[in-house]
């Protein structure tokens, strides 16, 4: 092998080095079939964009083929998902209006910045971004995202004309409108719901009580939707419904593979989509490793963070340069190109190469799909994001997580998208400042013939007479410190024969600046007392910080390794 063979085979994905023939057929099947269901996602994602069906054809091709080439998940499906086309929606509407020239280049301009952002945050490691966003926000921002996005789409199901805007304009406007609905519409509209919502829940079922295997069983029950798009697509050419009796379809959509090129954002531009693209960036990154992890352990795999960066980054940076727009892992594609056998990338690759057989020759096959149907493919889609079961959960362990939750989906749908999440992201770091300035402190005793210290006020237990412990299981920071002051105050006030106060550090990993002050104030005042400040089982990074200080030159001699140690009268000291 010559060295520039090498070089090339090296500059190769790890999947594609070590390809098993073996894996060939899988990858084959399950490109085939994720193209089915793949078909009517793009069309209604796009239209819940605000944008021609066929940039959501556009966005299923390239996107995929770079996400191979960089993602570190062998099944995740890459492409247009009804959270990230809400999120571009929500973006775009101030700024311009849907359908316009202007609307669609800003679209394409917003995935560029999102796939910068996230190939920025991926060359930079940054990929514990992943758990920056607790599962509570993640899961109130999808069910408040679910249920603006099964709101829009009603009126399209009635064949009426309604407002975009908020969720009351929404409401209000669906009212209004109801008298004027289009039975033909509604009819096409209710009937694939009706077919879509039997075919999620009992399809499988049905298909396994007369031989089918439970595996191809669950594939064909996904697939329902390319089936409700078939048939209403044969019924309204046939009886000529959009003529006959007004039914909106989808219409002409241009044939032909999309034209490469890009226009970068102005400066005006910039201001007004970065933090729409940071969003759409840290939530589409949180819900694709999601996926890719919960499908990845099934097959003992490991998925890396930073390559989901890169990937996903890049996904989104080809995606407008063909004239898309924001793309992410979908849920459901990958639960599907999972299941039906896809062992690498390449599922995706072969996906993207029939969509672009699709695109080149023949869209001409969609003029007669109906709005209404690929209305209630999206309803049906998201209407199983709504998610109770984590809510009921963490109501009943823990009330913050669940008021995260609640308030997360109800901002979302009341205030916007950008506002919901934002106010999820705020209460999640308020929650965690509040817990962390009220740290749990215990006063600890020796278990009787051990070495072990226990609360007690839970165990019976041993101290020392004029000998206070008090055990901080929180590192200490601006937000707690004085709460440990005033803790050890209430407690002297409680037992004036205290001479020695030990503060045993074995939960605190860090102490900042403001918590150095108080401790040293502390010091001090308790030394005027004539009470002597200790610590004990102070852990090797916060020591090396404190030996510089003044407090730890204070202390020298009264730095314990052990609580043990401190127990034992005369006190041992201990040398750092």
Known sequence: MTARTFSLAASLPLWLRHYQKAWLAGDLTAGLIVTVMLIPQSLAYALLAGLPPEVGLYASILPIVAYALLGSSMTLAVGPVAVASLMTASA???????????????AVQLSLLSGVMLLVFGALRLGFLAYFLSHPVISGFITGSAVVIAMGQLKHVLGVRAPSGSTWDTLVGLAHALPKTNVATLALGLGSLVFLIVARRYLARWLIAVGVTAKTADILAKLAPMAAVMVSTAVVAWLRLDMSAQVSVVGVVPQGLPHLGLALPGFTTLGQLWLPALLISLVGFVESVSVAQSLALKRQQRIAPDKELLGLGAANVVSALSGGYPVTGGFARSVVNFAAGAHTPLAG????????????????????????????????????????????????????DALSLMATALGVITMGVEVGILMGVALSLGVLVWRSSRPHMAVVGRVPGTEHFRNVARHAVETVPGLLALRVDESLFFANATALEDRIEDLLRADATVRRVLVVCSAVNQIDTTALGVLTAMEQSLSRRGITLELAEVKGPVMDRL?????????????????????????QQDSY
Request: hydrophobic share 55%; aromatic share 10%.
């Open 349 to 400: 690759v072969v996906s993207a190469a029939l969509m672009a057989v699709v695109i080149a020759f023949m869209t001409g096959a969609f003029y007669y799909l109906p709005h209404a149907v690929l209305a209630a493919t999206i309803i049906v889609a998201v209407v199983s994001l709504v998610d109770f079961e984590t809510l009921r959960e963490a109501w009943h362990y823990d009330r913050a």
């Open 547 to 571: 030996q510089s200080t003044p407090l730890g030159q204070r202390l020298q001699g009264r730095v314990f390794q052990s609580v043990h140690a401190a127990f034992r009268p005369p006190p």
């Open 92 to 106: 775009l509407a101030p700024l311009a209006t849907a359908g316009t020239v202007e609307y669609a280049a800003l």
